[in-house]
């Protein structure tokens, strides 16, 4: 028995049906488990074509002017399922705006866009698998799941990690916010315990004393550099 | 100390503004030698096209992203892999993302004019007989035609990772 085994696996279902839109996109059959030296352990995409500007990191210098909004500091550590650092991997976000708007077309929640704020961002984390974006806090918005449906602020982060196994997207909130608890997606994750690794630390010493407040959230890959690699 | 990995959370359906970049879809320049175009459907339990969808496509060096468009279409370009190792047949790795899945799938295309080595493939042995076609594209014309069925009678197979 590893002691690198997964102590407890926090990931939603594909089926739950408090979140609508699972109902006809879950697969209703249960994946096929294929051996590890097939499948797990293969070296992950090459993200190298997706360029990472020198600016990416910064969402609030994007445009002529500052974005609208609470000035953010969203850093963390990625780490692998050992708990080591996670070098040089693409961390890509996106969010809403301050008002809870995106930019994106299919977005009709009648709430001001910002001329200042697309609400996308790329950065590669550093040797000790740290990452740092500069951006402003996102919005709530209402979606039409169920009545009166408000999603909690959150933004987007999609990761890739070293191995096929370790791609990860998903989302970070933050702490305090009462919409957590009325959220099917959160809520998707049935476990509190994994439902806590979604939310990011207010941070004091990650705060710059009158500029921008600090949080704080580290990710876990799955998969670890002990484990052999396929050649 | 083994480290529990953060959660999945879907990818939503606004991430059309941040996540394509410039010539996503073409894992390679598109006179290279060998270039493939792959085209296909992203389709939901009622046939629906997915037109909020995201699939990224790699193997070994190569890497493409595409979104689905208003009819659920993603297409790729590349280069056809050589065969993997044990025994192995070409085959891209395939992740698909959309509005509706809190996590993400894996699946695997494997190329239509390879009928001898598809046969003789590992993976696709491991999978149930009547359902290996879904994991299999099909010539249509030079452009190599594979459908992604998240549910229903030809849900495509879909890889625990």
């Known amino acids: 028995m590893s002691t690198n085994a997964d102590p407890v696996d926090f990931d939603p279902p594909y089926l739950h049906p408090e979140y609508r839109s699972t109902v006809l996109r879950a697969p209703r059959r249960p994946p096929v488990n294929l051996p590890d030296e097939w499948f797990h352990h293969l070296a992950g995409p090459v993200f190298g074509r997706v360029l990472v500007g020198p600016t990416d990191h910064d969402l609030t210098v994007q445009h002529a002017g500052e974005p609208i909004g609470e000035r953010m500091i969203v850093t963390g550590r990625v780490l692998d399922s050992d ?59 209402p979606w039409r799941n169920h009545p009166n449906a408000w999603r909690p602020a959150h933004i987007h982060f999609s990761l890739f990690g070293p191995e096929l196994s370790s791609r990860l997207v998903t989302q970070m909130y933050f702490p305090g916010d009462p919409l957590m608890a009325h959220d099917p997606i959160l809520s998707s994750i049935a476990d509190a315990r994994g439902r806590e690794r979604l939310v990011a630390r207010f941070d004091l010493d990650t705060t710059e004393p009158e500029w921008a407040l600090g949080y704080q959230w580290d990710i876990v890959l799955r998969g670890s550099r002990a484990t052999p690699m396929e050649a | 100390m083994a480290e529990t990995p953060t959660p999945s959370q879907t990818v939503g359906p606004f991430f059309g503004f941040a996540l394509p970049f410039p010539d996503d879809r073409c894992a390679v320049a598109a006179d290279t030698p060998g270039a493939v175009r792959i085209e296909g459907q992203l389709l939901d339990g009622a046939g629906e096209p997915v037109p909020d969808g995201l699939l990224e496509a790699w193997q070994g060096d190569q890497f493409a992203r595409s979104g689905t468009d208003r009819e659920g279409v993603f297409h790729f370009l590349v280069r056809k892999p050589d065969a993997g190792p044990d025994g192995q047949a070409p085959h891209l790795h395939v992740t698909v993302f959309a509005r509706g899945l809190l996590r993400h799938l894996t699946t695997r295309l494997y190329f239509p004019d390879e009928e001898l080595a598809n046969a003789a493939d590992p993976v696709l042995g491991l999978v149930d007989a009547d359902r290996r076609a879904t994991l299999v594209a099909r010539d249509d014309s030079g452009v190599v035609r594979w459908d992604v069925h998240l549910q229903g009678e030809e849900e495509t197979v879909f890889f625990a990772v």
């Not at chain 1, 809403?96 to 910002?114: E, S, T």
């Not at chain 1, 704020?117 to 996102?138: E, H, I, M, N, S």
């Open chain 1, 83 to 141: 708990g080591r650092p996670v070098p040089s991997t693409l961390v890509e976000i996106w969010q809403a705006n301050a008002a809870g708007r995106y930019v994106d077309p299919g977005d009709d929640h009648p709430a001001p866009l910002d001329p200042n704020f697309t609400g996308a961002g790329r950065c590669l984390t550093d040797a000790g698998g740290r990452y740092r974006f500069l951006t402003v806090k996102p919005g709530a918005y």
